[in-house]
């Protein structure tokens, strides 16, 4: 059965959890009560690093609602992360495939979201 999920940045924790489960080994994003790969039960939610290299990027010009206007242009990047999953998220405006990043976390709309930004390495 899976184990009481950690507090991460979806509940206002600044954080990013990810689940490995005890069956099959793989590693999955967001949090869910099986494994994706397997269906085992059999889950460890464990805090990622938050570094990782981004695979895709998009730049957003055209906001989706008011609130999100104030924010243009902003960044959606695809980030392979460290432990072995892919999430999206926000990213620094200079951000290119390749580069490698490290997450921070802002506020969006009134709510929090990881911001990946160039890491020192």
């Given at each position: 059965m899976s184990?009481?999920?950690?507090?991460?940045?979806t509940s206002g924790e600044l954080m990013i959890t990810y689940q490995r489960c005890g069956g099959c080994g793989a590693v999955q994003y967001f949090r869910r009560d099986f494994c994706a790969a397997c269906g085992s039960e059999d889950l460890t939610t464990l805090v990622a690093s938050g570094e990782g290299v981004v695979c895709a990027e998009t730049l957003v010009h055209r906001a989706a609602t008011a609130?999100?206007?104030v924010h243009v242009p902003f960044k959606i990047v695809l980030v392979d992360c460290a432990e072995g999953f892919r999430m999206m998220a926000h990213?620094?405006?200079d951000l290119v495939i390749g580069d490698r990043v490290r997450a921070s976390f802002t506020h969006f709309t009134g709510q929090l979201v990881p911001l990946f930004e160039k890491s020192a390495r």
């Open positions: 184990e009481a999920a950690i507090s991460d940045w609130e999100a206007r990213g620094a405006n």
